[in-house]
């Protein structure tokens, strides 16, 4: 199975922009993938995902804010995060969608003035 490491996190005022990277072991190109967060105390939610040709799709919560892409030459896969609000504050992971390996450590996105 493929394993993934999440990178690119940090704190950001309201309003600002982060851009988090998954760098996986092996080649990414066939599989289904997204990001996911997890919020202290609740479960991990999905918020972006992006198929094998390209098509997206986000969660309410993030729709026009969010944007998902993938290099499958470099079998990373991004999210680029704009016009952050502290409720997008979480623990940022990259999975597989349909068939997920064990989860990585994440990255944490704090929103804060």
């Known amino acids: 199975q493929v394993q993934f490491v999440e990178s690119g996190g940090g704190l950001v005022q309201p309003g600002g922009s982060l851009r988090l990277s998954c760098a996986a072991s092996g080649s990414i190109g066939t599989i289904y993938l997204g990001w996911y967060r997890q919020h202290p105390g609740e479960e991990r939610e999905l918020v972006a995902h992006?198929?094998?040709?390209?098509?997206?799709n986000y969660a309410g919560s993030v729709e026009g804010r969010f944007t998902i892409s993938r290099d499958n030459g470099k079998n990373t896969v991004y999210l680029q995060m704009n016009s952050l609000k502290p409720e997008d504050t979480a623990v940022y992971y990259c999975n597989s969608v349909i068939r997920r390996s064990a989860w990585g450590q994440g990255t944490q996105g704090t929103v804060s003035s």
């Open positions: 992006i198929t094998s040709t390209g098509r997206t």
